[in-house]
Nanobody, 122 residues
Framework: QVQLVESGGGLVQAGESLKLSCSAS????????MGWYRQAPGKQRELVAA???????NYAPSVEGRFTISRDNAKNLMYLQMNSLKPEDTAVYYC????????????????WGQGTQVTVSS
């Protein structure tokens, strides 16, 4: 039906950068809001950054000023540019999206990607 696929994770040293991508495909009429979440071992999943259809953004305080979220509505893509990475940023990062899948109603459905591992060594 709808698939979200993340890419761009990896192993980096503290202070380095990574850029994550999320590609949405399938039966998509339009995408309402998108976001990046992360989950570290033994911790709950948390919101990292979110972006609305009109490109309004919000960030977790822990990443404000270091991470930048963006989206390409024409291509159903979302990005997370992560700079000045810290060991505490180590987690599995998940793509999330609220998507309209029917032209006959205004119901939004929530979808998740499978996650991509980001590991930051000190």
């Amino acid at each position: 039906q709808v698939q979200l696929v993340e890419s761009g994770g990896g192993l980096v040293q503290a202070g380095e950068s990574l850029k994550l991508s999320c590609s949405a495909s399938g039966s998509i009429v339009s995408i309402y809001a998108m976001g990046w979440y992360r989950q570290a071992p033994g911790k709950q999943r948390e919101l990292v950054a979110a972006i609305s259809g009109r490109a309004g953004t919000n960030y977790a305080p822990s990443v404000e000023g270091r991470f930048t979220i963006s989206r390409d509505n024409a291509k159903n893509l979302m990005y997370l540019q992560m700079n000045s990475l810290k060991p505490e940023d180590t987690a599995v990062y998940y793509c999330n999206a609220e998507i309209y899948i029917s032209v006959y109603d205004e119901v939004r459905y929530e979808f998740w990607g499978q996650g991509t591992q980001v590991t930051v060594s000190s």
